[in-house]
């Protein structure tokens, strides 16, 4: 980003609450998918999904308030 996002920033068909939405969602299925729990599951795969999706709610908390 040249600059942070924020809620200003954001197009006005897009709603702050639906990225957090979003990346909760994302993180569930990716889990679902790749929990060491499951079969062919890793906990490094899991371990990168989860800093992802911190850094990305991070953002929406810090930025889309």
């Known amino acids: ?5 924020s809620a200003e920033t954001l197009p006005k068909h897009v709603r702050a609450e639906h990225l957090k939405e979003l990346v909760a969602a994302g993180r569930k299925s990716l889990a679902n ?3 060491p729990d499951r079969p062919g599951g890793s906990t490094a795969v899991m371990q990168e999904i989860n800093n992802a999706a911190d850094f990305l709610e991070n953002v929406c908390e810090r930025y889309l308030k």
Do not use: C, E, L
């Open 1 to 5: 980003w040249q600059s942070p996002p």
């Open 33 to 35: 998918r790749y929990h």
